[in-house]
């Protein structure tokens, strides 16, 4: 099993930028492959980073590429969230999950991840 908690959220103006991070306990961090979403008011919960179990394949979506940059230390059971010139758009919770099994391919759906932190707010003033 793995332990998921979310950090780095806060209040910031459109075009700065904020790093989160997500600290995971558990001997098998590194077996799985990491995600983050976002959910803001009244949407649902949207795809928003991936990468794979050794580090590769980072995925993202759309309306955050170019921007935002996924990564992690397995060392330090750690997974990272760069985000760049953020807009009010990017304003959510944003959430870490895990997706075990060595898996080579990242993916896109909620119902594919197992385990979830608790979230951490990212509001983006114009």
């Known amino acids: 099993q793995v332990q998921l908690v979310e950090s780095g959220g806060g209040l910031v103006q459109a075009g700065d930028s904020l790093r989160l991070s997500c600290a995971a306990s558990?001997?098998?961090?590194?077996?799985?492959?990491m995600g983050w979403f976002r959910q803001a008011p009244g949407k649902e919960r949207e795809f928003v980073a991936a990468?794979?179990?050794?580090?590769?394949?980072?995925y993202y979506a759309d309306s955050v590429k170019g921007r935002f940059t996924i990564s992690r230390d397995n060392a330090k059971n750690t997974v990272y969230l760069q985000m760049n010139s953020l807009k009010p758009e990017d304003t959510a919770v944003y959430y870490c999950?895990?997706?075990?099994?060595?898996?080579?391919?990242?993916?896109?759906?909620?119902?594919?991840?197992?385990?979830w932190g608790q979230g951490t707010q990212v509001t983006v003033s114009s």
């Open positions: 999950a895990a997706e075990r099994g060595y898996l080579l391919v990242v993916h896109t759906a909620t119902n594919e991840y197992d385990y």
């Open positions: 558990g001997r098998t961090f590194s077996n799985y492959n």
């Open positions: 990468i794979n179990w050794r580090g590769g394949s980072p």
